[in-house]
C-alpha cells in the first residue's frame, strides 16, 4: 500500500492549508481513511477519519476547523485545516483500513503553524 501525501508547509496561525493523499496497492474494499499527527516531543494521535456511511470523527481540538472528505472510490483522501493554530504544528500522516489487512500509514507531510 502507498499513501503519498502532500499539501504541507509553513503558514502563520490563522491561515489554511489543504493536505491530500493518494492511496494505492489496495486489493479489497477500503473500511476506513483517516489522518494521524505527531507533533514534536508526541505520540501520534488521531486528527480526523471518516468510514463506511461517510461517517466522521474529529479529535476534539480540530472540531470546526477541520474537514475530512473522500473521493467517490475510496482512493484519496484530502483533510482541509482552517484555522490554525500552532499547536497544529505536527507531521501528518494519511492512514488506510483495508478489509482482512492491517492498517498502513504513509511517510506524511509536515505542518509548522507559526504565532
Known amino acids: 500500500v502507498q499513501l503519498p501525501a502532500s499539501g504541507g508547509g509553513s503558514v502563520q496561525a490563522g491561515g489554511s492549508l489543504r493536505l491530500s493523499c493518494s492511496v494505492s496497492?489496495?486489493?479489497?474494499?477500503?473500511?476506513?481513511l483517516a489522518w494521524y499527527r505527531q507533533a514534536p516531543g508526541k505520540q501520534r494521535e488521531l486528527v480526523a477519519s471518516?468510514?463506511?456511511?461517510?461517517?466522521?470523527d474529529y479529535e476534539e481540538s480540530v472540531k470546526g476547523r477541520f474537514t475530512i472528505f473522500r473521493d467517490d472510490c475510496w482512493r484519496a483522501v484530502t483533510l482541509q485545516m482552517n484555522s490554525l493554530k500552532p499547536d497544529d504544528t505536527g507531521l501528518y500522516s494519511c492512514?488506510?483500513?483495508?478489509?482482512?489487512?492491517?492498517?498502513?500509514w504513509g511517510q506524511g507531510t509536515l505542518v509548522t503553524v507559526s504565532s
Open positions: 492512514y488506510v483500513k483495508e478489509c482482512l489487512r492491517e492498517p498502513a
Open positions: 496497492g489496495i486489493t479489497f474494499s477500503v473500511q476506513s
Open positions: 471518516i468510514r463506511k456511511g461517510d461517517i466522521t
